[in-house]
Structures are given as structure tokens and as C-alpha cells.
């Protein structure tokens, strides 16, 4: 019995002998003279959850739609499970898609919304009223299938559209900002549901998001856009820790970013004057970057230690002095500004890890700012 | 004092309406309700007075004569079965043709659509009854129709098309078709085109996804578009009149006859006030789908 290959769990090689589940490759999109998508090149695996991340006019929605069906690429091919999709309309994919107005037909109740993809494949009408009632308890709105889109809340209109497309059982369920019209705290709540649902499910979710923070936390890869270009695919540590340039490292999270030029380039370190921070950064394990060269060094705010004293003797580099010009108490951390002797702002977060503990760090006073070799990302592009 | 202003402010303007309503409905609304239970005698005015006194006593007199005749001569009962029928067969064809057009409208590019609601209301601008004229020419025995008809060889003689029901359809259809499409235009183009992709995505074909999606939400643009077509049909003289069959009256030329060839004015007002309960009824409806609707929208 176990060693009998169950239909579901066929191997992605069995299809596409490089285990992508979709493939995106070439992909270009032109409205016009705009080009809203550019040559975009992907591979999406069976089961994982994929998140697109960039800011508006990045490309990720189009791109999301024309998996879906409603526009069609200009250039290159989409081929989802080895199938080329080029020819294929959006109502004979194998693919659903939650809208992010979730797009619930008005007129009809939840119960309708969601039996409506089932209404479409012909099924009977007690398989129909199972399947709506088990996607409905999943989605946890079982007992409000007689309400109207109107009558509920954002949350639970979010679940009814979940419902209704999981409802046919995608292998590839398309999110477009799934969570952006929740509130910060149903956000997070139903970022964890989502997470479970998929495991559950065993779906390949592709999600279009803006916000860092719902990629990071359901993303197993991300996939970051700007101005139509995939600029960095990776895991969500990846990406945060080692961006690939100065964009992403911007975009993601928040970040201290300096022009520099390299002073000395030995086998496992690089010595990097900064004019800016006045002072020398000394950055472990960086891609090759000759002597001379013109780079950019990006530190991570919660990286950087802060503190009253002098740096010990001897660590004369990646060490540096200011005056504390602005503190901003967020509770769980607390972010400082500090006015360089170079005139350089610089970011610092420090977590707030006692309760009213040791005397804190004022306004105005002196501090000394430093950081680990292996904090500094020195960026080429 | 501002409050008061303010009160008193609103007054005026919900006032105006009505005072509008009072005077130019309801008013004459009462008088010819009020002729329709006197007789006719031949006198100025051409009815018999409602109070009558008798002795110094006053009496009310209600004659329900009128009404009687209305329901022994065959000819009304035929003439409203007959306005209702041309009434709901034009509406109909103007669903049907104005629906295709709102739809067009409502989808076309922002700047194509100004151009085209604007060819809608275009033949306004032109003398509704010079248009009706205008069809006679088109549609006579010796008309630019049977004219073309005849050069192309398509017919050896003339078509009999004025002065039958085929020509009062097209001369309703033609007129009203702007009320159709206006409202059901106004109706669908607020419709959220994620929607049909929801529906697409989910596995209906287009014509599934209008059925299912675009038709039921745009229902309260049908029944609008339908009464404005309706109301004004089922009492229309004009058209009848000019490009009708002359054996078979609508309700209108009925009403029309009594009042100026009769000089029946309380046989008149009663063609009238039944006219006026026929249409109540699909008012009334109407209003209800409205309150419906707005109701549900959130």
C-alpha cells in the first residue's frame, strides 16, 4: 500500500526533468511604450511558497496576471507543469487566483461565491455542498454561508475568497496581496493560517506583495522586482543578510548605506575607505573586489553596537563617534540617529531587552558606534 | 439661529419639489379623478357639477357611469390589451438592443465613450415629432426603403410598411432606445471588471461568466431602463397616430378622441385614471426592486 505512488505525489522530474513547477522564462510585458515587465526568467517548485516583493509599478501584478490568463506576455514563455500556457485561457488553467479586492460576486452569498468554481466543472449538487462545507471549515467560516459579501468583515471576506479559490483544489493558487486590506494584528494572525493552510493543502502559492515583512514571514523564497526586473531571488535570510545590490539591500529592511573605495584587498578581507563615515570599513568575506575599486558598504541598523566607551585599542577600524541627535522609543527596541563627526547620520536599533536596567543612553551624548567584520555588505552595483 | 436657518433652509428645498408635485400632479391628478365620476351634458364646463343643491341642501353626486361604458364597449378593453402589448414587445426589442450598446459603451476606452453616449443622445437635439415624420418618408409605399428595396431587385413590389404594427415598433424603438440605454449603461459601467476575471479564473467561459456575473448585477439597470421604455409607450399618441394601423387605436388616441372628437370628458378621465392603475403597478415594482437594491449595496 505505501510503496504504491500515490497520484498527487508524482515527481516534478516525471513532467519537467529540472523540477520546476512553473517556469517563467524570458517574459516580457509592454503596455504601449511601457514596458511593465522585462525579461523576467524564473523557476517556481512544486509545493514551495513563492513571494514576488517590490513596490508599486514593479511589475510583480502583471506578472501575476499573466500567469493567471488575463494578459498575455509580449515575449517568452510560461509553461506551468510542463504545459505551455500561451494559448490557454484563464478559465482552462490549472491555476486560481485570490484577488486583492478579493473580487466576492456581490449578489451572491458565501456558500454561492464559493461553490461557483465547482458549479463550473459540472459536479453534483451533494458534492458540491461537501466541498464548499470542508473548504469552509478549513478557511474557518463554516456556518456563514447563507451571508452576503457586505455582511461581513474584511477578515472573513478575505477567507471567503481563500475558500473560493482553494475550493477547486489548484496545484498553483495565485495571491495578489492577500493580507494589505487586514489590520495590522489579523494580519499577522492569518499570515500563520495561510502558512498552515498550504502545508495542509499541499499547494504551490505564488504571492505578489509589497510588504517586506509578509514576504519574509511567508516566503520560502522571494522573488524581488524593480521596474519590471527580477533584481535578487533568494531565501528570505538570503536577501535580508546578503543583498545583491544597493537596491534590495534598501528595500529590504532598513539600512546604512555609504560610497567607498577600496583601499586594500587581502584573501578574506577587504579594507574600505568611507569618506562619508570617516572612517575605515573592514568587511569579511565580500565578492572580489580589486583594489581601487568603487563600492558601496550597507550595515544593518541592529548591527551596529552602540555604546559609551572607546572600542579597545587596536580596533581602530569599524569603529566610529558621534553625538546621539534623535531616539525614537518603539517599545519592544528602541532606534537611534547619530550624528557622525563627518556629519554623516547613521541608524542604529538596539533591542530593549531589560526593563528600565542600566542608565539609558540620552540625547546629545557622545556614543561610540561599531560593528563586527562580517556586518558590513559591500555592494558593487 | 444658524440651526434655524438651517432647518428652515432645508424646508425650502425639500418644498420646492413638492409644492412642484402638488401643483403639477397631484392637482390636476384630483380634477380629472374628480371628472371621471360626473356625466357628460352639453354645457360649459362639458360635466355635470360633483356637489349639487338641491333646496338649499348640497348633495354629492357620484356617477360611475363612465367606468361602466369603459368595460361594455369592447373598444377600450381591446385598445389597452393592445397598448400594453405594443408597450412590453417594444421594451422588449429595446432590451435587446440597447443592452449590446450599454454593454459596448460601458467597456469602450475612456475617450470613445464620451463620443458614443453623446451619438445616444444626439437625436434629441432634433424635434421628437420631426423624427417620427421622418419615418413616414422612409417607411411609405413610395418610400426611401421600398426604393432601394426595389433598385436592388430584392422585391418586385412595394412592402406594405407604413400604417402597421412593425412601423410603430420601430418608431417606438427608434425614440425610446436612449431610455434603455442610458440607465443600464449608468448601471454597468460601475461594474468591477475583477469580478468576470474571478469568474473566468474559476473556470467559466465568458458567456457563463456574463450570465452568471454581468446579467443578475445589472438587473436594477434592466428594470429601470424597461419602465422608462414601458410607461411612456404604453399611453404614446404620436407615434401610433402617424405611422399606426388606423383599425386598431392605442389607449393614447383613444384618450385623445374622447377629449377633442367626443367631448366625453368623464368617459375620457376614466380611459385616463385606468391608464394611470395599469402603470401603478410596474411603478410600485420598480420602486421596490430600487429600495432592494439599495439596500444591499454596502
Known amino acids: 500500500m505505501n510503496d504504491r505512488p500515490q497520484p498527487n505525489m508524482r515527481t516534478p522530474a516525471a513532467v519537467d526533468p529540472d ?5 517563467i522564462a524570458n517574459v516580457s510585458k509592454k503596455f504601449g511604450d511601457f514596458t511593465a515587465v522585462a525579461e523576467v526568467s524564473l523557476d517556481i517548485r512544486r509545493g514551495e511558497i513563492f513571494c514576488l516583493l517590490g513596490g508599486s509599478g514593479s511589475g510583480k501584478t502583471t506578472l501575476l496576471r499573466m500567469l493567471a490568463g488575463f494578459e498575455t ?26 484577488f486583492q479586492s478579493y473580487a466576492l460576486f456581490p449578489h451572491m452569498s458565501v456558500e454561492k461565491n464559493v461553490a461557483f468554481g465547482l458549479e463550473q466543472e459540472g459536479l453534483t449538487r451533494d458534492a458540491i455542498r461537501r466541498q464548499v462545507g470542508e473548504i469552509l471549515d478549513i478557511v474557518k467560516m463554516g456556518g456563514y454561508n447563507a451571508r452576503k459579501p457586505h455582511q461581513l468583515s474584511g477578515g472573513q471576506r478575505q477567507r471567503v475568497a481563500l475558500a473560493r479559490a482553494l475550493v477547486k483544489r489548484p496545484k498553483l493558487l495565485l495571491l495578489d496581496e492577500p493580507l494589505a486590506a487586514l489590520d495590522k494584528k489579523l494580519r499577522e494572525h492569518t499570515q500563520f493560517e495561510l502558512l498552515n493552510i498550504q502545508q495542509q493543502l499541499g499547494v504551490t502559492f505564488i504571492v505578489v506583495t509589497h510588504d ?8 520560502q523564497r522571494l522573488g524581488v522586482m524593480n521596474h519590471g526586473r527580477i533584481v535578487q531571488v533568494g531565501t528570505p535570510a538570503d536577501i535580508y543578510e546578503s543583498p545583491g545590490n544597493r537596491f534590495v539591500a534598501d528595500f529590504i529592511g532598513s539600512v546604512n548605506m555609504f560610497a567607498g573605495a577600496v583601499r586594500a584587498a587581502a584573501p578574506d578581507s577587504l579594507s574600505i575607505d568611507c569618506g562619508e563615515l570617516g572612517a575605515t570599513v573592514r568587511a569579511a568575506r565580500t565578492p572580489c573586489s580589486a583594489a581601487g575599486a568603487s563600492v558601496w558598504v ?22 566610529v563617534s558621534g553625538t546621539v541627535s534623535e531616539i525614537a522609543y518603539m517599545g519592544d527596541m528602541s532606534i537611534y540617529l547619530v550624528r557622525l563627526v563627518s556629519g554623516t547620520l547613521l541608524r542604529v536599533t538596539l533591542p530593549n531587552v531589560m526593563r528600565g536596567g542600566e542608565r539609558p543612553i540620552l540625547r546629545n551624548e557622545s556614543v561610540w558606534l561599531s560593528w563586527h567584520d562580517s556586518s558590513p555588505v559591500v555592494l558593487t552595483e | ?35 371621471s365620476f360626473s356625466e357628460v351634458r352639453l354645457a360649459i364646463p362639458p360635466y355635470t357639477p360633483l356637489i349639487v343643491w338641491h333646496h338649499g341642501r348640497a348633495s354629492l353626486e357620484l356617477h360611475t357611469s363612465a367606468y361602466a361604458f369603459l368595460f361594455t364597449d369592447p373598444l377600450y378593453i381591446s385598445s389597452y390589451l393592445y397598448s400594453l402589448k405594443v408597450a412590453a414587445v417594444s421594451t422588449l426589442c429595446c432590451l435587446l438592443i440597447g443592452y449590446p450598446m450599454a454593454y459596448a459603451i460601458a467597456r469602450a476606452g475612456a475617450a470613445s465613450r464620451q463620443v458614443l453616449l453623446m451619438l445616444v443622445v444626439l437625436p ?10 421622418a419615418w413616414i418618408g422612409l417607411l411609405n409605399n413610395n418610400g426611401v426603403i421600398n426604393n432601394v428595396l426595389l433598385y436592388l431587385g430584392i422585391i418586385r413590389h412595394p412592402l406594405v410598411l407604413l400604417q402597421t404594427d412593425f412601423a410603430v415598433y420601430i418608431g417606438i424603438v427608434y425614440s425610446y432606445l436612449p431610455f434603455m440605454i442610458l440607465p443600464l449603461y449608468a448601471n454597468l459601467e460601475k461594474h468591477d471588471p475583477a469580478l468576470l476575471e474571478a469568474a473566468a479564473d474559476l473556470g467559466a467561459r465568458p458567456w457563463r461568466a456574463f450570465l452568471a456575473i454581468t446579467l443578475p448585477q445589472s438587473f ?23 405611422l399606426g394601423r388606423t383599425d386598431q387605436l392605442m389607449i393614447g388616441r383613444v384618450l385623445s378622441d374622447e377629449f377633442f372628437e367626443n367631448r366625453d370628458w368623464p368617459v375620457a378621465s376614466a380611459v385616463a385614471i385606468v ?24
Request: some cysteine; glycine content about 8%.
Open chain 1, 298 to 319: 550597507a550595515i544593518r541598523p541592529e548591527k551596529i553596537n552602540i555604546g559609551r566607551q572607546a572600542p579597545e585599542a587596536g580596533v581602530a577600524d569599524n569603529a
Open chain 2, 1 to 35: 439661529m444658524a440651526r434655524l436657518t438651517l432647518t428652515s433652509g432645508r424646508r425650502l428645498v425639500a418644498g420646492i419639489p413638492i409644492l412642484w408635485l402638488l401643483v403639477l400632479f397631484l392637482i390636476p391628478f384630483l380634477i380629472v379623478f374628480r371628472i
Open chain 2, 220 to 242: 436594477a439597470g434592466i428594470v429601470a431602463g424597461s419602465l422608462l421604455v414601458f410607461i411612456p409607450a404604453v399611453g404614446e399618441y404620436v407615434i401610433p397616430t402617424l
Open chain 1, 73 to 98: 506576455p509580449s515575449a517568452g514563455s510560461i509553461c506551468i507543469d510542463g504545459v505551455d500556457m500561451r494559448a490557454i485561457p484563464p478559465y482552462e488553467r490549472p491555476v486560481n487566483m485570490m
Open chain 1, 19 to 23: 523540477g520546476a513547477y512553473v517556469r
Open chain 1, 212 to 219: 517586506q515583512e509578509e514576504a519574509m514571514t511567508l516566503g
Open chain 2, 124 to 133: 434629441f437635439w432634433t424635434s421628437f415629432l420631426l423624427r417620427v415624420y
Open chain 2, 275 to 298: 391608464i394611470l392603475l395599469l402603470l401603478v403597478i410596474p411603478i410600485m415594482l420598480f420602486q421596490r426592486i430600487q429600495r432592494r437594491e439599495l439596500e444591499a449595496t454596502p
